[in-house]
């Protein structure tokens, strides 16, 4: 298995991939009901290997979590039920 980066450094908990798409979102309204599981997200990360959109404590593992716990939670909260599909950034960048 690989090494959990720093906390901070970019690891991809769907794919593994340390690539680290060259932009970063911060949302400013929320995109889901309250009741949703990504209701509390608001810093995101892309990953430029597969496209995810993710959670930026998973992402970077906050709180002091290691990689394994990052894909744990990614897999058993937040995958299934993104309201992102695969490099949403590509297909609507913002127009300003
Ligand atoms: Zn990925």
Do not use: K, Y
């Not at 794919?15 to 309250?34: F, K, Q, W, Y």
């Not at 959109?53 to 039920?81: K, Y």
Request: a negative charge.
């Amino acid at each position: 298995m690989a090494e959990t980066p720093a906390p901070g450094i970019f690891l991809c908990p769907h794919c593994g991939s340390d690539a680290e798409a060259n932009i970063r979102t911060t949302l400013s309204v929320p995109l889901v009901p309250p009741d949703h599981a990504w209701d509390p997200v608001f810093e995101l990360r892309h990953c430029e290997s597969c496209g995810a959109t993710l959670p930026v404590h998973l992402a970077e593992r906050w709180g002091g979590i290691d990689a394994a716990e990052a894909r744990r939670q990614w897999q058993e909260t937040f995958r299934d039920s993104s309201p992102f599909p695969p490099f949403h950034w590509r297909l609507s960048l913002p127009t300003g």
